[in-house]
């Protein structure tokens, strides 16, 4: 058994842990087909950080006044921590998600205490309430992880619960269950929020098979199946004095959103009958509606969640997230990925892509690697290209045929020895949004891994054959030196 399967048996057995001990812990997801693509989890991953970016800068806000201030939000606002430029800047549900990634990363899976640790390293952007507590206990206090997490019903857990299915791609058991419950656990260990965690991880996991879009009481029916398993004996009340009821989130969940999608409400009167801030009963009921009607349509479902809900950063978080794992990155519009700066703290711009590639290459499908004999077959054309008296070739213009570019034998055999020596590797290149911003930012080159430099090369040489001329230009303009430099840096 798993280590973190056997970590939660003990902390059930000694009621440390806020969940109910139920079959389904012990049930394994269904492997993924053969034929699964990885850009799956590329789509929960952006959509999650986009969601967040787009509702960030008016998050808190009642959906009226944010109307009157802002109109319809359907793309990035001015944000002064970007000099006011409408880009995609995260908050904590972004940065807490992707720090989760990251430390999975560095421990090839959860280790508990590790993941407490790295929410204590570098300040959370717009932290709450129950996350702050759990710093102070953590950090401050020096409490365990068992010890620190807080008896707290908000979404603070559930907004980056996400990642920890990546680690499961390949060999999926019941230790996801367990991963999605200590890891919500260490923040928020309350029966609700570790419901929730697990309930929309199994989500999640469902809709990585998912063929087409399911049908609107699929996304209730799924989560109470599992979510009635593990709250069982809870008591909350909403927070809307009109609703009378006390009780467990699910059965609050099942009869709300059941009566929202017969009676055909908007999202606007679901969400705003049930207030739509940070308390479960409310973000949850408010994910699973707007799922329910615009599940479908990825830009639509993640635009209702920003305008129609009070806490709408971490609202369209969780709502870009599962409609990123039903469409995959190609139904995310490409303008918001394209100004998705990618950070997960004040100026680390294009972390979150590398942190994404690094995903696939360590939890999925690596490509397979090159040796230095691989790389100095291609480096050792930096000293040709980088000369002052260079010249990639000519174009050739005759009468009857489309003009073509004649390049030089130089750079024939340079691209030659891309392909010989594996440089050029299988990837959906044409969609790569955020890799094109790389052309525009040599700050951004600068930072870019080994496996950034591979698709990019990948990217480029594939462009010619469709766009004649395209290398050319990127020598013209330094960009294949400057390409070609960051590999050798990387290299030494």
Known sequence: MDNNSLLLEQLLSQNQIAIESSAFLANSPTPLPEDWDFERVEGILLGLAIGDALGNTTESQ??????????????????HHAGNRPVGVPSDDTQMAFWTLEQLLADGGLIPDHL??????????????????????????????????QPSAGNGALMRIAPVLIPHLRQPSPALWADAAIAGMVTHNDRASIACCVAFTYILWECLHLKQTPDPIWWVDTFTSVASQLEVITSYSPRNSKLAYEGTLWQFIDKEVRQAINEKWTTLEACNRWHSGAYLLETMPCVLYILSQYGDNPEEAIIRAVNDTKDNDTVAAIVGAAVGAVHGRAAIPTRWIRALLGR?????????????????????QADPPLNQSDIQAVLIFLPIFE????????????????????????????????????????FNWANWEEGKRLLDDPALLQKS??????????????????????????FETGQIVMILKRLAEINN
């Open 62 to 79: 009642l959906p009226l006044d944010r109307r009157q201030s802002h109109g319809e939000i359907r793309d990035y606002l001015p944000n």
């Open 116 to 149: 407490a640790s790295i929410f204590t390293q570098q300040q959370i952007f717009g932290v709450g309430s129950a996350v702050k507590d759990f710093l102070r206990s953590y950090k401050a206090q020096g409490k365990t992880w068992i010890q620190a997490g």
């Open 344 to 364: 997960t703290g004040p100026d680390d711009d294009w972390h979150i892509f590398e942190l994404i590639e690094d995903a696939k290459q360590s939890f999925w």
């Open 387 to 426: 000369k002052s008296d260079f010249i990639s070739g000519q174009w050739v213009v005759k009468e009857g045929i489309m003009p073509y570019y004649n390049y030089t034998s130089e750079v024939s055999d340079f691209m030659a020895a891309l392909y010989q020596h594996g440089f050029i590797r299988s």
């Open 449 to 474: 891994s080994f496996q950034t430099i591979r698709k990019l090369l990948t990217a480029h040489v594939r462009t010619e054959r469709f766009s004649e001329g395209h290398l050319a230009h990127l």
